[in-house]
């Protein structure tokens, strides 16, 4: 029998009308690396909480899954916390002690494990995972990737034999999320530890699992290797939404139909147009941006204590009208401080805020949230208040001064946009990742903002729901809107966004139209640039390459 085997399984939550996970059989050897993938709501995170029973939501369950030839349900609670380790989306959701080092022993402090094993142990994990001079650190003061990686190695402790992931990279900048995606690789490939990673962005992950897993309504509908999967995946349907979150060399050989072995990684992209094509020349597209300032920062300085050090130095950021404007930056930088001030909700202590001209400060609360700011943070829980999903539109639409048919009428035009329709009677808590932004995203719109400030909109989002969520900032923008993102997503910013920046050292370096600002970046860029920057310039997106290909600026060798 395998390492891990689910038989007949099938899972539904309560009160739902079809069942989460249907006759699901599934066999995962020990030691493989498997990427399970699908669009938000596809089953994914509850079929692997199914593993961890602590994490296991209610509803009604049938099949059997073992673990190494044991029933799962037949383990003590105590076998479960060694063998089975689970790394949250949220890093500090995670978190539960003040140090470093109580962190790593904490677990084990939990088991009862003699102090001189605790101290080894400790030892080693603080050396393998390099964080040996974070050791005596708050863990309040960690950076989001230093978190993350150190909630792996706090599980890491236990010496589990399965590690699973869900969606651990989504809340981290691009090089935390590469530190922490080759330590993975790592562990499964030095340790040999069997490890499940439930993940959307596949551009890095997807070339090393040894297996992936598409699921779709709860169901598994391809299985094998990476490059399997995704030929599969192409002869189901060419126009499958998952084909949007391959990565991006496969994108790109699928689109162009070349008659050979698809590439997997960036290097093998690079070899790959290297053999098929010559170096091309193409002109910079034209920036097509207003120049009608909406809300400024200027030269604000911010810092959360009297004597704490400035988040914000000289802050400059001119907001234009009916742009979508994406900012970048290291996870801790100052990027989501940047944003509440421009919200109003942090005060600068010196430089000034400016909305249409008007100082900030200057507009009553009822009138700045209502009539010309909407903000959605970075955790959506935040705003939810109520138990289903329908009460939390009922709740915000009892404000409105119009009749009740216009409410209604207003909902449900909202609900069909976001295609939320299948949620409404959900808890917010219940849904996936990608699910809980729609349903905030709703909520702040429903409240018809001029400007738009949304925090990390995009993580726990599939490739397709991306899409829509950029076709709906696209009407929204062509509405008149401006929307300002704080985003870790690279691929989202350059397809989408009229301008991005990069945030450092409590300002902003660098501010372009997106092409210039990715074409010129070395680093913080696109895998389609890091892949085609030989070849040919300014192709920052597979659409933008492909394009090139079908002008014959990107020509056959």
Same mark, same amino acid.
């Given at each position: 029998m395998a390492f891990i085997n689910f038989k007949d399984f099938d899972f539904t939550y309560p009160l739902a009308k079809r069942p989460a996970l249907k006759q699901l059989n599934l066999a995962i050897e020990q030691g493989e690396f498997v990427v399970f993938c699908g669009v938000s709501g596809c089953g994914k995170t509850t079929l692997l909480k199914q593993l961890k029973q602590e994490l296991a939501p209610h509803g009604e369950r049938s099949g059997d899954i073992f673990l190494n030839n044991q029933a799962l349900d037949s383990l003590t609670e105590r076998e479960r916390a060694e063998k089975i380790g689970y790394v949250l989306q949220n890093p500090e959701n995670q978190l539960v002690t003040d140090k470093?080092?109580?962190?790593?022993?904490? &677990? +084990?402090?939990? @088991?009862? *494990? #003699?102090?001189?094993?605790?101290?080894?142990?400790?030892?080693?994990?603080?050396?393998?995972?390099?964080?040996?001079?974070?050791?005596?650190?708050?863990?309040?003061?960690?950076?989001?990737?230093?978190?993350?990686?150190?909630?792996?190695?706090?599980?890491?402790?236990?010496?589990?034999?399965?590690?699973?992931?869900?969606?651990?990279?989504?809340?981290?900048?691009?090089?935390?999320?590469?530190?922490?995606?080759?330590?993975?690789?790592?562990?499964?490939?030095?340790? &040999? +530890?069997?490890? @499940?990673? *439930? #993940?959307?962005?596949?551009?890095?992950?997807?070339p090393l699992a040894d297996r992936v897993v598409m699921l779709e309504q709860g169901e598994i509908i391809a299985n094998g290797t990476p490059k399997a999967v995704a030929s599969e995946l192409q002869a189901i349907d060419r126009e499958h939404p998952m084909l949007l979150g391959l990565p991006t060399p496969l994108r790109i050989h699928h689109a162009l139909q070349l008659q050979d072995d698809a590439p997997l990684t960036i290097r093998e992209g690079r070899a790959w147009l290297t053999k098929h094509f010559v170096q091309g020349t193409a002109r910079m597209p034209n920036s097509a941006v207003s120049h009608d300032p909406i809300l400024e920062?200027?030269?604000?300085?911010?810092?959360?204590?009297?004597?704490?050090?400035?988040?914000?130095?000289?802050?400059?950021?001119?907001?234009?009208?009916?742009?979508?404007?994406?900012l970048l930056g290291g996870n801790g930088s100052g990027k989501s401080t940047a944003m509440q001030v421009m919200a109003g909700l942090m005060p600068l202590y010196r430089g000034q805020v400016l909305l249409e001209g008007r100082v900030l400060k200057k507009y009553r609360q009822k009138e700045l949230y209502r009539q010309f700011i909407g903000v959605l943070p970075q955790n959506p829980q935040t705003i939810f208040v109520a138990k289903t999903v329908r009460k939390e539109f009922e709740d915000l639409a009892s404000i409105w001064t119009i009749p009740e048919a216009q409410k209604q009428a207003k909902i449900a035009a909202m609900v069909a946009q976001l295609g939320i329709e299948h949620v409404l009677e959900h808890h917010p808590f219940d849904l996936s990742g990608g699910e809980q932004q729609k349903v905030a995203l709703a909520k702040v719109l429903l409240n018809e903002p001029k400007i738009l400030l949304l925090d990390e909109p995009t993580k726990g989002m599939d490739g397709a729901s991306k899409r829509v969520f950029a076709e709906i900032l696209q009407q929204l923008k062509a509405q008149g809107l401006t929307i300002f993102i704080v985003t870790h997503d690279v691929e989202f910013s350059a397809e989408f966004a009229d301008r991005a920046a990069l945030f450092f050292d409590g300002n902003i370096v660098s501010v372009d139209d997106r092409v210039a600002f990715y074409s010129g970046n070395h680093f913080y860029t696109t895998a389609t640039h890091r892949m085609s920057r030989h070849v040919v310039e300014h192709a920052i997106t597979p659409s933008q390459l492909i394009q090139y290909y079908e002008e014959g600026v990107l020509v056959e060798s």
């Open positions: 470093v080092w109580h962190e790593l022993a904490f &677990g +084990l402090e939990n @088991l009862g *494990v #003699e102090p001189s094993t605790i101290r080894r142990r400790v030892a080693e994990m603080a050396n393998f995972f390099g964080i040996q001079g974070l050791f005596h650190a708050d863990t309040m003061h960690l950076s989001g990737g230093q978190k993350q990686l150190l909630n792996l190695a706090s599980v890491m402790v236990m010496q589990p034999e399965v590690l699973i992931l869900d969606e651990p990279t989504s809340q981290l900048d691009p090089i935390a999320a590469t530190e922490f995606i080759q330590t993975l690789q790592k562990l499964n490939k030095e340790l &040999g +530890l069997t490890i @499940l990673l *439930v #993940e959307h962005r596949l551009e890095e992950v997807y920062v200027k030269k604000g300085w911010f810092r959360y204590e009297a004597k704490g050090h400035d988040i914000l130095k000289e802050f400059d950021l001119t907001l234009e009208r009916g742009e979508i404007f994406t």
